[in-house]
């Protein structure tokens, strides 16, 4: 014979929680090793990785789109420096530059293989190639000078019978170079465990949604009969399927010792702010103003000015080390001197030609003879 409920001895309860979510220790000062391995998977971040992505975009788009300019010291034929763009417009040197700093920032360094003629033309850049950088190894002589460029992988990891590029033959871009190795750093590596842990949050966040963001109903039999003799399984199916298809749009009129409550009825609170904390850090280890990505949290962030301007500084320095490695590896070779033809990419900063303007307007003002002493007029009228 079965007791009552309430006559029944009490059952011992053990518990079978225990704690399944353990926090990834992720150390910053950790030396992580280059492997092709990782590198490919900076790139497959870059080219699926959204917002991603276009962070990294930002710098080419700001460091090439206001386009270049070829300066000549004096004494050097207007036909030379027409020679010397078209040698740019053939090679597609825009195209070049973006892919070299994009691979630069992800990868670690930005590589492309120098086509010369042949004949007289055997000192002549004819065609230049981008490579896969992280497929690379570089070989140096005793005092760390890089003497070789050798492929050892191909785009899938694949080990190949090695190609050798000779430091002549080559770009070689570091945008952000490192004293202890002649590799570069690679912004993805920088920023990381802030990516990851910016993955973390937004996958959690979707999966909270999805399972608390919308509410749930609880219902309760004999809840307040605990002697009640238990439903029988028809009982219960008849009652479970009356529940089964209920939705916000429904009401209930029950009978009997039936209790209907909502669940989950709050939703998932903080979303924006957990969002906004982890997208500010990757942000700020990708070295974007959030405001360029399209997180701008107001027109009353008085910061967004200076985090713009300073972002424009790092864009002219990675500019000056692009244009000394095109001037170095393929204008110097074709003019056949050094430092005659250069290439200057214009300034990004909007404001820099404004206060240029401003100045050049300010000479015209003065005596003549005083302002064309600093510029002449060709030169205030060329700016």
């Given amino acids: 014979m079965k007791l009552p409920r309430f006559l029944q001895a009490p059952v011992e309860t053990i518990t079978r929680a225990k704690s399944y979510l353990s926090i990834n220790k992720r150390v910053i000062w950790e030396n992580k090793k280059r492997e092709i391995g990782k590198l490919r998977k900076f790139r497959a971040a ?9 962070a990294i975009d930002l710098y080419p788009l700001y460091m090439l789109s206001n386009g270049y300019a070829l300066h000549t010291e004096d004494g050097v034929s207007d036909e030379a420096r027409k020679n010397v763009q078209k040698l740019l417009d053939s090679i597609d040197i825009n195209k070049i530059s973006w892919m070299l700093t994009v691979d630069s920032l992800v990868v670690m360094d930005g590589l492309a293989e120098i086509v010369f003629g042949k004949g007289s033309l ?19 002589d005793a005092y760390g000078n890089i003497i070789a460029y050798i492929q050892h992988y191909d785009t899938d990891g694949n080990s190949i019978a090695p190609i050798t590029l000779e430091p002549k033959n080559t ?17 993805m590596r920088r920023a990381e465990d802030d990516i990851n842990r910016d993955i973390d949050c937004i996958e959690s966040i979707a999966k909270g949604i999805k399972i608390h963001g919308t509410p749930k109903y609880l219902t309760r039999i004999n809840a307040n009969s605990p002697d009640a003799p238990p439903l029988s399984d028809a009982e219960f199916d008849t009652l479970k399927k009356e529940f089964e298809d209920i939705n916000a749009k429904d009401s209930f009129v ?6 209907t409550s909502m669940l989950d009825v709050a939703g998932v609170t903080g979303v924006q702010e957990y969002s906004a904390v982890t997208l500010e850090r990757v942000c700020a280890a990708l070295g974007i103003p959030e405001e360029l990505v399209g997180m701008r949290k107001g027109s009353s962030d008085a910061t967004a000015v200076s985090r713009i301007n300073a972002f424009f500084k790092k864009i002219q320095t990675f500019q000056m080390t692009l244009a000394q490695a095109i001037n170095t590896a393929i204008i110097d070779p074709a003019v056949g001197q050094p430092g005659k033809i250069w290439i200057v990419f214009n300034d990004p900063d909007p404001s820099d030609n404004l206060k240029e303007a401003q100045y050049v307007e300010s000479l015209g003002r003065v005596d003549p003879l005083d302002a064309f002493s600093v510029m002449s007029a060709e030169q205030m009228r060329a700016r």
């Fill in 254 to 259: 029950v009978e009997g010792d039936i209790e």
């Fill in 122 to 140: 055997s000192k002549v850049p004819v065609a230049v190639y981008n490579r896969p950088a992280e497929c690379f190894d570089f070989a140096e």
């Fill in 46 to 54: 870059y080219e699926n990785g959204g917002y991603i992505s276009e």
């Fill in 171 to 187: 770009i070689h871009l570091k945008l952000i170079p490192r004293s202890d190795a002649s590799y570069g750093l690679s912004l």
